[in-house]
């Protein structure tokens, strides 16, 4: 079977669930969802490999809700973010609705007493970041001996936010007899290690290796001196019309940026975790609706922004870690459509540039500021060999990749 001969009515899906989908639109499954709702529903553990703006909240959330359905119990699903959370209970709740199934969201910056009010109302699903759920944890306020099925979405986002403590300590407390469904955009090492040590045979779906990026962005690296930078952001803003994305490294630089572009005559937003959990919703609603066209985010919400039509990112910054490039160009060219990524380098940033080449196994076209002598360039492997690298070298890379980032 492929997405183009292929519907969702050929997924084994219950017909409650599919009148939602024929309602909303959903007729053809992506790549994603057609590997892993058969799988799922079958109550297989998973493990699904793909890139964002794949559709991998449906890839979940279909067959958790005709699992829950079907045998009862309670659904758990993890994520890195507020944003994403908040997200996926925007996604799954056409279908809740229908079937009956009843969610609550448990983030930081939302009242604890609100959270316990929902679980009151015994949400059959809870949508929650790591910390939040521990803090109910720890008061006992909520009990996981029901959890039938869990779900691990973002998974090296987790990691790299430095979550690894709390995860283990939520795998520790849910049932060992559970279905459990690990999403992920790449594949490190400490992802396989879950895998091996809390899922059961679990199936690998891999529908694009670890590290592809969104096949329909075009990518560009303009070397740049640091104090032009502002300078070349305002003329990819008067040239790009559409909403624009921009990242920065940290937070006072997010804000800082933020009344650059206000300076500009672009209407900006910033969003990082400095902001309020009702900053950040009025940010994101803003940026969706139009009413900011410029959106500046740190690397938190380099997954947490599900915007249509997002036509540009700026990587005002690179990422602290290679990885994170993936994410952050994955907010444009979603879902097939096309989109640009223009990421600014420093004329010393060269060994990073081969970093992102090296995991994306691509060159990227490089464009230099008038005044910047050119950089030399190293051809970048696409044998299978280099397509396959072990785990271990990729923390090689990621640990060189830190260093040199601390020097700067």
Known sequence: MTPENTTFHSLGITPKILEVLDREGFTTPTPIQLSSIPAGIDGKDIIGIAQTGTGKTLAFGIPMMQTLMQKGGRGLIILPTRELALQVEEALRPIGQAVGIGMAVFIGGASMHAQRLMLKRNPRILIVTPGRLIDHLERNTVTLHEVNVLILDEADRML???????????????????????????????????AQDHMKLPLRVEVAPSGTTAARVHQEVLIVHRQDRDKHLALLLEKHKGSVLVFSRTKH??????????????????????????????ALAGFKSGRYRVLIATDIAA????????????NYDLPQNPEDYVHRIGRTGRAGREGTAVSFALPDQR??????????????????APGIVPIERVAVSHSPLHANRSTTDQGRRQRKWRRSSHRR
Do not use: Y
């Open 160 to 194: 790299d936010m430095g979550f690894a403590p709390q995860v283990n300590k939520i795998l520790k407390v849910v049932p060992t007899e559970r279905q459990t469904m690990l999403f992920s955009a790449t594949m490190p090492a400490a992802i396989a290690r879950i």
């Open 303 to 314: 997954r947490g922004i599900d915007v249509e039509g997002i036509e540009l990112v700026v």
């Open 351 to 368: 060994s990073d540039i081969r970093s992102i080449e090296r995991l994306i196994r691509a060159t990227l076209p490089i464009t230099h």
């Open 253 to 282: 630089g997010a804000k800082k940026l933020k009344k650059t572009v206000d300076t500009m005559g672009f209407p900006a937003a910033e969003i990082h975790a400095n902001r309020s959990l009702p900053q950040r919703k009025e």
